[in-house]
């Protein structure tokens, strides 16, 4: 398809919403556009090799650069990028961030919002609280990101249940499997799809 649009994903870690989003573009569950650009903020992030691996150019822009923030917005500009996804990216962005981007930025949360989310409430942490709590049901969603931590748009949502004896990371994975992998790369298609 001509005219695709340009993605930029940015990462902290392992990199699994990264994978999953690159093998759904090969698969052609994404055909509107394309992962041109990965950013990490942590330079031994494992989500760099895989971006390297499917011939993405990939750079870390961390703390040691200066304002993480500006260097991100400067590389997003130059690669002239329509949407940026936030996959296990763990840094809230500020507004000076998401103004520059009003709904073209997308990020996958591990919990059902409004539950377990907003600050503080990232990764492994957002399924010990879930456990904590004692809910039955959880999952993941993919939502607009805005000035508010968690507070944009919600675009997908997936149920996950809570089996007997789960751990945080037992239940992590499982959220994984059955919600973000399958939404956040249906979401960038609906989103890609529908930019003007
Ligand atoms: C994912 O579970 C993602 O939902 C979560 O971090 C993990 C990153 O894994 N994001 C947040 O908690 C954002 N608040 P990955 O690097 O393997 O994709």
């Known amino acids: 398809m001509e005219n695709k649009k340009r993605i930029a994903v940015l990462v902290s870690g392992g990199g699994t919403n990264l994978q999953a989003i690159i093998d759904a573009e090969k698969s052609g569950i994404i055909t509107s556009g394309e992962v041109v650009l990965v950013i990490s903020n942590n330079e031994d992030a494992y989500a760099l090799e895989r971006a390297k691996n499917a011939g993405i ?4 822009i961390t703390k040691k650069d200066g304002d993480i923030e500006s ?3 400067q590389a997003l500009h130059e690669e002239n990028i329509d949407l940026v996804v936030l ?3 763990l840094t809230v962005l500020s507004e ?3 103004k520059e981007f009003p ?3 997308l ?3 591990p919990s059902l919002i409004p539950s377990f989310c907003g600050k503080g409430f990232y990764g492994l942490k957002v399924h010990e609280e879930a456990l904590k709590k004692g809910v039955k049901v959880t999952g993941a969603t993919v939502h607009f990101v805005n000035e508010i931590p968690d ?18 990371e037992v239940l992590q994975r499982r959220v994984m499997e059955q919600a973000e992998w399958i939404i956040l790369p249906k979401a960038i298609e609906k989103v890609c799809s529908e930019m003007k």
């Open 57 to 60: 150019k990939a750079m870390a």
């Open 71 to 73: 260097r991100v917005i």
């Open 87 to 89: 996959a296990g990216f």
């Open 96 to 98: 000076n961030f998401t």
């Open 103 to 105: 709904k073209r930025i």
């Open 107 to 109: 990020n996958i949360h």
């Open 151 to 168: 507070g944009g748009e919600i675009i997908f949502q997936k149920a996950v249940y809570v089996e007997d004896g789960d751990t945080p």
